[in-house]
């Protein structure tokens, strides 16, 4: 199996592809206009990247392309969508990273409070300002809301404890009763959270939904003079009222991602926010740290090796949850040729599509049961024909899908 490395990859996970008996090419340095005339000339199996955009054009230059692999968690820099309609599978490492990320949140909020890049500037300056420094609120006793708590969340929440700090959350799926086992206050909602926190770290996925959550309602519901971690996405923060609300209210924010970032490693960046007082920055490096990527690189050697060996896909993140079929054709059969390629002819013929097939092989090989699911139910003389036009079908039976899935329960 060809795999394309095009991005900066442990080496740990570069050997363990070469151990699976992979074709490895590292192209790390690769731009992502350059990606598509790559994938044209190699035609990988797999493409592996941390931050680097996937086009639809990079997807469809390999006509072997099958999979796309986010070293990482976040999947926005993935053209996804374009990914399901040219049936590549699309996965990721969730989780692998939590604790990086949580450990740079504690480090940026203790900047907030502390003003040590501010401190650490005028050192290196020579410029003495015990006097200004010397104006810290504290941690201790104070409240932390998270805005999303999955597993970096709930490592932020598990470190700030730790501090001695209150934490209140807001997330879609926690509930009352799951935020008092973890000793959190539960809030209904994002608004209630900015309101109620002395600091709020924001961790949620880039999608359509949460653009701007952080936004001029959001900030005007925090304290005057608190701070504000994201670590997630720059696009979940509209940088116009930010920078408005740190000029009018004093907030002091942590940001390690911003809307607008370089493409690569180096380069440029002028962007207001940056400039303004009580703001401090890191380079969306929440992630890179040596433990986090070793941890990711083992993880997309195990999705690559159960890619490879049967087909399925760990963490994969495209892959439809519930099919439109509405009927399960279970045909019992002898394991000989031909018997399923006479049913789908019978199914194509009166215009049935097949959604998914599962064949289950019964012990000793000599029979097997295909799980046929279609999106409407076949006509009577359709299934007679299904069962009498093959002499090694042994029984057809059809379900509705919801019945079906009762009885496998």
């Known amino acids: ?55 639809e054009e990079t997807l469809a ?46 480090g940026l909020m203790l900047s907030c409070d502390r003003r040590i890049p501010d401190q650490t500037a005028d050192l290196r300056r020579g410029v003495w300002r015990k006097g200004e420094y010397s104006k810290a609120r504290g941690l201790y006793g104070r409240t932390l809301g998270i805005v999303g708590l999955g597993q970096i969340g709930r490592e932020i929440a598990k470190r700030a404890q730790a501090f001695g700090m209150e934490v209140v959350a807001w997330s879609r ?14 809030c209904e909602t994002p608004i209630e959270v900015a309101r109620l926190s002395d600091a709020v770290s924001v961790n949620v996925a880039a999608t359509s939904e949460t653009k701007h959550l952080v936004n001029a309602e959001f900030l005007a519901a925090m304290k005057p003079g608190a701070y504000l971690i994201n670590t997630s996405r720059g696009s979940v923060v509209d940088e116009g009222a930010l920078l408005q609300a740190v000029q009018d209210k004093g907030l002091r924010c942590g940001l390690d991602v911003l809307a607008n970032e370089p493409s690569g490693g180096t380069g440029e960046i002028k962007n207001p926010i940056l400039q303004a007082p009580g703001v401090f920055g890191t380079h969306h490096v929440g992630a890179s740290t040596e433990q986090a990527q070793v941890a990711i690189a083992h993880e997309v050697t195990r999705i690559v090796q159960s890619f490879r060996d049967t087909g399925t896909v760990p963490n994969c993140v495209n892959r439809l949850a519930r099919s439109s079929a ?25 215009g049935i599509n097949v959604d998914e097939v599962e064949n289950i092989i019964y012990h000793g090989a000599e029979a097997t049961c295909a799980r046929i699911h279609i999106d409407r139910a076949p006509e009577r003389k359709a299934i007679d024909a299904i069962r009498e036009g093959n002499s090694n ?9 919801d019945a079906a899935r009762s009885k496998d329960r």
């Open 1 to 55: 199996m060809k795999v394309l490395v095009a991005d900066k990859f442990e080496k740990v996970g570069v050997d363990g592809l070469k151990e699976l008996g992979c074709d490895v090419h590292v192209k790390a340095d690769v731009k992502a206009e350059e990606l598509p005339a790559l994938v044209h000339e190699l035609d990988p199996k797999v493409i592996i990247v941390r931050g680097k955009k996937i086009t």
């Open 61 to 106: 230059a390999g006509s072997g392309l099958g999979l796309v692999i986010r070293a990482g968690a976040g999947i926005d820099t993935i053209d996804v969508a374009a990914a399901s309609r040219l049936g590549v599978f699309v996965s990721n490492c969730p989780g692998k990273n939590s604790i990086a990320v949580a450990e740079l949140v504690l």
């Open 173 to 186: 799926q926690l509930t009352i009763e799951n935020a008092a086992q973890q000793k959190i206050g539960y």
């Open 326 to 350: 509405t009927y399960v054709l279970s045909v019992r059969h002898r394991n000989r040729p031909g018997v399923l390629a006479h049913v789908f002819k019978v199914l194509s013929e009166i």
């Open 393 to 401: 079908i042994i029984s057809v039976d059809l379900s509705p899908i």
